[in-house]
């Protein structure tokens, strides 16, 4: 079980607080969190400061640590749900039923030339998972990677292939 | 290039918002390569997706979302505390029904769906999991549904991550000790996706690499297992706790033991035994301490092992555990062996392999007479070990031993029978038995046993 909780006595709380705002604010503002997000991180930080309790000495540190490890989960989210979103799009890009083949032929090609400008082990992966529709388990099996490590694979694989397609690339001069 | 999509769209494109079957024409477009629309969406990248040009806001942006956070979480602690006093009666309640009713009851009834009903269970499984894995992977199971169910409005998203974390990393521990490792496998990696999503605690993080250190050490991964240690030792060393530190220490022998390495486990386990607390957790002192006279026995430091044997037999007996005491009979048989006195070896030996026949614990009779067939057969008694092995097999089958363990057996007797066998098939065999007890998917080979 948790540790037992004990309340911060009144005044004590105030002065907590109103030095943890001001530090708050900055850095949420630093990580760029939107306002309408910053409650539900803000939030999360201070429960699990009077949940926990922490026994250390300087506790808007802590807090401080929190709260910037917060920040730095929600936009790992933010580009976790990018890429799972960008990986289902092309998978259901290519697995159209009712584009013409010839179409779709050509479309393919143009993914594979995407794919093949990316480092060996993406471009392999990528080519499985999207010509062949592999499962990560399957691209784990086949291609040597650990079960548990395989999302993280595919993830940055995603990733890589996401920049490519979206962010512009600066003509050579 | 025709068709471009508007920037709105592009944008509902990269924030998942777009209805299903819209994503695919769009993605058409990007990848015929539109250097118009890259423009749009190399913007959003950078605002939606790495964060670096979103928008800044100014402090005072946050002014009333601080407030709100504050009065909200004392809601919630408020709340929490409250469902902690009940959550022990509700706990009680649930474990009196049958296990089936229980399952129910937690994916129906709503007042069972809390956080801290959920810990409790969660602890009830630590708990249960020395004596009796299928009551702690049962525990488990249960408190990894609560957690999936958890209201993330109600207790926020990053405690409720770290509870499905901990439920998860919970059960796979649990089902490990079941010897599933796969769904051990696959409860890990469930468990180490919640706790990316949770609030980066590091105690929740060293919750998750113990579990992860168990599975990996009982797949015989060793190497990737020391590295899991070595990331828990760092942070129970940063958290200064030094108790937590001795378990990492014995685990990190244990794996070793594993690989044979006994002279380096001895350090180790020294280092556990200053570390472990034994207030906080007599049980953990008694294993340390156990394991350490069964791997100095191993490495002939007999001495030593008779020195630690006092402190053991003390401490054991403090303890009173039925269970505990047997195996240390069974490791004063063990010394008794190394030592050369064979009478007492045997007489121990015996004594305690009839006690575990009375407590049906079938793998330990197994193993128990194989040491008390290499007594006998030391001693040049081949009729009497054909004997006791003889007679252990039936006992072995009506105790549900694996079928592939009892084979190892009849195959063993029946080199004793033919006068083939020797001290290394016997200790081969009882290898073998313990393999299968964490490998269910072993089978006997008798060309892998006699290396023949």
Redesign the interface.
């Known amino acids: 079980m948790r540790k037992a909780v004990s309340f911060i006595p009144e005044p004590e709380a105030h002065e907590f607080l109103d030095n943890f705002r001001a530090q708050a604010r900055k850095l949420l503002a630093r990580f760029r969190i939107p306002a309408q997000d910053a409650e539900d991180l803000l939030q999360d930080t201070l429960l699990l400061y009077l949940d926990c309790n922490p026994d250390v000495p300087c506790v808007e540190s802590w807090l401080q640590g929190t709260l910037k490890n917060r920040c730095l989960v929600y936009w790992r989210e933010r580009r976790r749900q990018f890429y799972q979103t960008m990986d289902l799009a092309l998978l259901d890009s290519l697995a159209e039923p009712t584009a013409p083949s010839q179409e779709h032929r050509i479309y393919l090609d143009e993914v594979i030339s995407h794919l093949d400008h990316l480092t060996g082990p993406c471009a392999s992966l990528l080519k499985l998972r999207y010509q062949s529709d592999f499962k990560p388990s399957q691209l784990a099996d086949r291609l040597g990677y650990g079960r548990r490590g395989i999302y993280k694979i595919l993830e940055r694989c995603v990733a890589a292939l996401s920049r490519r397609l979206l962010v512009a690339r600066r003509r050579p001069v | 290039m025709p068709g471009h999509p508007s920037s709105q769209r592009l944008e509902l ?4 918002g777009l209805a299903p ?1 819209e ?2 024409a ?3 477009h ?4 539109c ?1 118009e629309c ?2 749009t ?2 913007h ?2 950078e605002v ?5 040009k ?10 009333g ?2 407030d ?3 009065v ?3 809601e ?2 408020e709340l ?2 409250l469902e ?1 006093e009940t959550a022990k009666t509700l706990s009680q309640e649930l474990l009196e029904l049958p296990p089936r009713r229980q399952r129910l009851r937690v994916r129906n009834d709503r007042r069972y769906q809390t956080l801290p009903l959920c ?2 269970l969660i ?1 009830g499984s630590k708990s249960a999991i020395f004596d009796d894995a299928a009551t702690a992977s049962h525990l488990a199971d249960m408190a990894r549904e609560i957690a999936d169910d958890l209201d993330t409005h109600r ?5 409720v991550a770290d509870a499905r974390a901990d439920a998860w990393a919970t059960y796979a521990n649990a089902v490990r000790e079941t010897s599933d490792f796969e769904q051990a ?1 696959d409860a ?2 469930t468990a ?2 919640h706790l ?6 590091p105690e929740e993080k060293a919750k998750y690499l113990n579990s992860l250190a168990n599975v990996l050490i009982e797949r015989g991964r060793i190497e990737d297992s020391f590295v899991a240690l070595r990331k828990l030792e760092a942070i129970y060393s940063k958290l200064g706790d030094l108790h937590m530190l001795g378990r990492a220490q014995l685990k990190k022998a244990f794996a070793l033991h594993k690989q044979g390495h006994f002279e380096q486990e001895i350090p180790i386990l020294n280092r556990a035994l200053k570390l472990l607390d034994p207030v906080r957790d007599p049980r953990r002192q008694v294993v340390a301490l156990h394991n350490l006279v069964v791997v100095l026995i191993a490495s002939g430091r007999l001495e030593e092992a008779d020195r630690h044997m006092i402190k053991l037999r003390r401490t054991h007996a403090e303890q009173g555990d039925r269970l505990n005491l047997l195996r240390l009979r069974w490791l004063e048989g063990e010394l008794a062996y190394a030592k050369d006195d064979l009478d007492l070896a045997e007489r121990l030996f015996a004594e305690v392999r009839n006690a575990f026949i009375e407590l049906e614990i079938g793998i330990d009779v197994a193993l128990v007479s194989l040491d008390l067939a290499e007594v006998l057969w030391h001693q040049g008694r081949g009729q009497d070990t054909q004997a006791r092995l003889q007679e252990a097999i039936p006992i072995l089958g009506a105790l549900g031993v694996h079928a592939e363990a009892i084979a190892a057996m009849a195959f063993l007797e029946h080199a004793v029978r033919v006068e083939t066998v020797s001290r290394e098939l016997i200790r081969q065999t009882a290898a073998f038995v313990r393999r299968v007890q964490s490998d269910p998917t072993a089978r006997f080979s008798a060309t892998e046993l006699t290396g023949r």
């Open positions: 494109f990269m924030t998942g079957g994503s695919p769009i993605i058409r990007l990848v015929a390569g250097s890259a423009k969406t190399s959003l990248w939606l997706v790495t964060g670096r979103a928008h800044r806001p100014a402090p005072e942006e946050y002014e979302a601080f709100r956070a504050w909200r979480a004392q919630v602690h929490l505390r902690r810990q409790a602890e207790y926020g998203e990053a405690i496998e890990l990696r180490r996706a990316e999503e949770g609030t980066g605690n």
